[in-house]
């Protein structure tokens, strides 16, 4: 069964600071990997998709890498502002597009 | 923001009772996938319903049943409600039918509490 874990659980830094959230998964037979991000009682925003084939994922301030092999993922964000505080969930696709979620990281940037 | 809609926001039952709750998807899409999330974890898949037809299913009972109409909108079932029911219910749409190679989208959740 695919499990996936997040760490940290959570994250305090100050605004400006470049950060890095990991993933990582026991099944590398996966179709892609996504990372969300959640605000508080809130559902969950599609934040990069990289699929199996590839290798990283960039949109503005963040930076998705996949290595497949190792099960491992890293999400990286540049210039953190306190916007940018909430929990980011890492989630694999195994068959049916089912998502195997992490618990995720709860981010806080401190202005 | 996505397309995806859920209903209703909020809802209280007691244990033992049922309870539905909706899913519009995204235009365009015909798979919907429905997932638990209790506080503080991340979320747990229950099933999914391609062209109407369940297409998968996580660990959950069969308590727990969906539906899915020709406008690819969707329904979550409950019955014999539990403490351990009450959790963030989210709905996701995409495109993909039994690969995995497509974006979810997912709606803003049903926050279901049991008393």
């Known amino acids: 069964k695919q499990e996936v874990t997040q760490i940290p659980a959570a994250l305090s830094v100050p605004e400006g600071e470049n950060l890095v959230l990991n993933c990582s998964f026991t099944?590398?037979?996966?179709?892609?990997l996504q990372w969300f991000r959640q605000d508080p009682g809130k559902g969950l925003t599609s934040l990069l998709l990289?699929?199996?084939?590839?290798r990283e994922q960039t949109s503005g301030r963040l930076n998705a890498s996949l290595d497949k092999s190792s099960g491992r993922s890293t999400l990286y964000i540049a210039a953190s502002q306190p916007g940018d505080s909430a929990t980011y969930l890492c989630?694999?696709?195994?068959?049916?597009?089912?998502?195997?979620f992490g618990s995720g990281t709860k981010l806080n940037v401190k202005p | 923001e996505t397309g995806v809609t859920q209903s209703p926001t909020h809802l209280i039952k007691t244990r033992g009772q049922q309870v539905t709750l909706r899913c519009s998807s995204q235009?365009?899409?015909?798979?919907v996938s429905w997932y638990q999330q209790a506080l503080g974890q991340g979320p747990q898949f229950i099933f999914q319903?391609?062209?109407?037809?369940?297409?998968g299913r996580g660990n959950f009972p069969p308590r727990f049943s969906g539906l899915q109409f020709p406008n690819y909108s969707s329904e979550l079932n409950v019955n014999a409600l539990e403490l351990d029911d009450s959790a963030l219910y989210l709905c996701?749409?995409?495109?993909?039918?039994?690969?995995?190679?497509?974006?979810?989208?997912f709606g803003p959740g049903t926050r279901l509490t049991v008393l």
């Open positions: 996701a749409s995409s495109s993909a039918g039994l690969g995995g190679e497509n974006t979810q989208y």
């Open positions: 099944d590398s037979a996966i179709y892609n």
């Open positions: 990289i699929q199996s084939s590839q």
């Open positions: 989630a694999v696709s195994g068959d049916f597009n089912k998502f195997y």
């Open positions: 235009s365009g899409h015909n798979t």
């Open positions: 319903y391609y062209r109407e037809e369940e297409n």
